[in-house]
Each structure stands twice: as structure tokens, then as C-alpha cells.
């Protein structure tokens, strides 16, 4: 059974994209392909212009992966943990040294570098783990459901700890089933579904604004405001509610909420009121779900 189905997308450096779909939608072997783990029947991975299936180990140089299902070795210090991960990378010496210092600092995991692995709570271990997948300082990063098991403040490090990771320059792929939890960190979203690719998209607008529904409320009906309101830049898939409310997808800035009020009512449209619905990450979901379930 073909688990991946002419899969075409380029992911944008610097970014954070957040990969979802239902269980059994090719996520974990869309990742495998990347990491130069799993090798597609046709068809080539390119990572930063290398070809990642004709020299893997290359590859796994600018690469941290770290699996659904990962495992440490109990009996190893933290310490420990993090040399053999960056000595499989070619690390020995003082760079080896240097890299376990890096990351144990990077990962708060300075306090309990002598600690053994098999003593560490959940969110300390995938501290861990996270730590040995980018020990050698990789520029891509790929997460399988990164946030299993932990607990919501966990969670809330995991999300500040990523963020970091990009604010260093790090490219991730997040893998997970919590929608909520994504949206704190991510700039875009790539939707599969039975090993097809069925939308990649931006969640930010312009200048790295977060795109939101806008709901328009009119103190009584203006003709011609729906094609008014689709002729202005940044403004999507404005639609009619009923002769007093319409919707429409913008940034969702004060600034640009602002522009958008004055030219409206300096074009004499009766605006009772403008209110704001964030395009997160679920509504986009549903609205993939949503048009793919009517194209089948």
C-alpha cells in the first residue's frame, strides 16, 4: 500500500510549519523521507539543494530528527546522553565538549547533567531527546509529535523552547495532533490526508501579520460593499452573512483594522462595528476538511 501519493512542497528556511492530518495520513513517513531515513519509490528530497538519498550522512548533518517514539539509554548521565549523540555527528575533543555545553545550556538541562536518563521525569526526558536531535546544531529540524504525554506546562515549555530554536535560525517541521498547541509557535501549516499533500499554506499575512476572519457589522445595508471590500488589498474570501454582517480574512493587526475603518467610512459605509475571529490553525483544518470532504 503506497503510504505517500505525489507529494510536491517547498518549505520556506526560518520557518516553523506545523504538520497535521488524521492518523494514518503519511505524516511520519513524509518525515522519515526528509530526514533521509525512509527512501521514496520516485521522485527526490532536496535539502538545502542536496539531494538527500545520495549522500544521507551528509545530509544528516544539517538534520535533527527526533521520533514519535524515541528512546534513551536509562543507564547514561544526561551527560553521557549528549556526547554519544554528537560523537555519532563526527564530534570529538574540545568541539565535543563544547556542543554538550552548548545544549545542555540551550535546553536548560545544566542541572541535572549527572542525573541518569531512567530518573528523569517525561518533559525532562524530551528535553533530553530534543537535546540529542539537535546537539550538532542542525538547520532543519523535524518533530514527531513532539508534545505526547506531557502536561500543559510542559507544553508550554516545549512551545517557548521552539520558539527559540527558530529565533536561532532553525527551520522545524512539527508533527502533532494538538492543534492548540501548535498555533503558538507555528507560521505555517502543510494538511495531509491518505498520503496526499491537501494544502500548504502561510498563517501569517504580510509582514508577518497572523490572518483572522473579520467580521463587519453595518448599521443598515450598503450596496456594492462586498465588491468594495474584495477590490482592497489583503482582503480574501469576503462574504455575506445576511444584508447587515459580512465576514472576510485579513491580517489582524490594529494598524491595519484601523486603515481598513477609515477608508470604509470615508467611502460613507455605515460600519456598526468590526470585530475579530483569529484564523487558527483548527479553522483551517476544518476548512480543509471540510472542501476535501465534498471533493470525494
Known amino acids: 500500500m503506497r503510504a505517500l501519493h505525489g507529494i510536491t512542497l517547498e ?29 521514496p519509490y520516485a521522485g527526490r528530497v532536496l535539502i538545502e539543494g542536496e539531494d ?3 549522500d544521507p550522512r551528509q545530509v544528516h548533518r544539517k538534520i535533527g530528527y527526533l521520533s514519535d517514539f524515541f528512546g534513551l539509554y536509562d543507564e547514561l548521565t544526561v551527560r553521557q546522553c ?41 518533559g525532562q526526558r524530551q528535553r533530553l531527546a530534543i537535546a540529542q536531535a539537535i546537539v550538532h546544531q542542525p538547520s532543519i529540524v523535524l518533530l514527531d509529535e513532539p508534545a505526547s504525554g506531557l502536561d500543559p506546562l510542559a507544553r508550554q515549555s516545549l512551545s517557548v ?28 501549516v502543510l494538511v495531509m490526508d491518505k498520503g496526499r499533500l491537501v494544502e500548504h499554506r502561510s498563517i501569517l499575512g504580510d509582514g508577518g501579520a497572523r490572518l483572522g476572519f473579520l467580521a463587519l457589522e453595518l448599521a443598515e445595508p450598503s450596496d456594492g460593499l462586498e465588491a468594495l471590500l474584495s477590490g482592497m488589498d489583503e482582503v480574501e474570501d469576503v462574504a455575506s452573512v445576511d444584508a447587515l454582517n459580512l465576514t472576510f480574512r485579513a491580517p489582524l493587526d490594529a494598524s ?17 462595528g468590526l470585530s475579530e475571529k483569529r484564523m487558527g490553525l483548527r479553522e483551517i483544518y476544518r476548512e480543509v476538511a471540510t472542501s476535501d470532504e465534498g471533493r470525494t
Open 256 to 272: 491595519f483594522r484601523s486603515d481598513l475603518l477609515k477608508q470604509l467610512v470615508a467611502k460613507g459605509v455605515p460600519v456598526a
Open 161 to 188: 523552547l521552539l520558539l527559540g530554536l527558530r529565533d536561532q535560525g532553525m527551520t522545524l517541521i512539527v508533527s502533532s495532533h494538538i492543534l492548540a498547541e501548535l498555533e503558538d509557535y507555528s507560521s505555517h
Open 52 to 54: 538527500a538519498h545520495d
Open 11 to 39: 518549505v520556506e528556511a526560518g520557518s516553523v510549519t506545523a504538520l497535521v492530518g488524521p492518523n494514518g495520513a503519511g505524516k511520519t513517513t513524509l518525515l522519515r523521507c526528509l530526514a533521509a531515513l525512509d527512501t
Open 82 to 122: 549528549l556526547r554519544h549523540a554528537v560523537a555519532m555527528h563526527g564530534f570529538s575533543g574540545a568541539e565535543e565538549i563544547d556542543a554538550v555545553a552548548r545544549v545542555a545550556t540551550q535546553l536548560d538541562l545544566e542541572e541535572l547533567i549527572e542525573r541518569k536518563a531512567g530518573e528523569l521525569s517525561r
